[in-house]
T-cell receptor
Framework: GESVGLHLPTLSVQEGDNSIINCAYS??????FIWYKQESGKGPQFIID?????DKRQGQRVTVLLNKTVKHLSLQIAATQPGDSAVYFC?????????????FGKGTKLSVIP | NAGVTQTPKFQVLKTGQSMTLQCAQD?????MYWYRQDPGMGLRLIYY???????DKGEVPNGYNVSRLNKREFSLRLESAAPSQTSVYFC???????????FGPGTRLTVT
């Protein structure tokens, strides 16, 4: 809950601006990547996912970009709203196809300034 | 549909006490997971059940046991709680594989 945001990188954006949240992953064998949003006191909520055979995927107001060369994932949120304030986690499949395990990044706290 | 439910929401234990965290899902999912979340950190997988009748260790299984009671329910047991197990525990479920996991609201556990 409230403790999730402690010691996390924080991104502050003005309402209406676009947000970009970055994530570096460690496993070059990973074939599946996912972004979660976690509001204070709640469980993580799925936002969008992408497989390694793609480099971009779009959802409603969100876009995920994957750069396998540098093992980097980003989440872009268009026209950021106060309701987007939360901690955002990236995760990746731990050890390639067939694995049931995800490895989670430490998270980024997004604060939207009204 | 309630989705994923967890009980209890909060618990305080003394060192050495035992307890079971309950998780149930009503989405007919095959796979279920238990994670812990510590301040400033991402989630770490404790155990998972790929399908009814199977369980496997995750990244941090020591000090925990699990039971996949049926397709709907997956419980996590702490046999002898330690202060290092103070954390927020989340249960999640998926149709199959690690994709698009649906999370419960969490159990906040404090061990003194």
């Amino acid at each position: 809950g409230e403790s999730v945001g402690l010691h996390l990188p924080t991104l502050s954006v003005q309402e209406g601006d676009n947000s970009i949240i970055n994530c570096a992953y460690s496993n070059s064998a990973s074939d599946y990547f996912i972004w979660y949003k976690q509001e204070s006191g709640k469980g993580p909520q799925f936002i969008i996912d992408i497989r390694s055979n793609m480099d971009k995927r779009q959802g409603q107001r969100v876009t995920v970009l994957l750069n396998k060369t540098v093992k980097h994932l980003s989440l872009q949120i268009a026209a950021t709203q106060p309701g987007d304030s939360a901690v955002y986690f990236c995760a990746w499949r731990a050890s390639g196809a067939g694995s049931y395990q995800l490895t989670f990044g430490k998270g980024t706290k997004l604060s939207v300034i009204p | 549909n309630a989705g994923v439910t967890q009980t209890p929401k909060f618990q305080v234990l003394k060192t050495g006490q035992s307890m079971t965290l309950q998780c149930a899902q009503d989405m007919n999912h095959n796979s279920m997971y238990w994670y812990r979340q510590d301040p400033g950190m991402g989630l770490r997988l404790i155990y998972y059940s790929a399908s009814e009748g199977t369980t496997d260790k995750g990244e941090v299984p020591n000090g925990y046991n699990v039971s996949r009671l049926n397709k709907r329910e997956f419980s996590l047991r702490l046999e002898s709680a330690a202060p290092s197990q103070t954390s927020v525990y989340f249960c999640a479920s998926t149709w199959t594989g690690p994709y698009e996991q649906y999370f419960g609201p969490g159990t906040r556990l404090t061990v003194t």
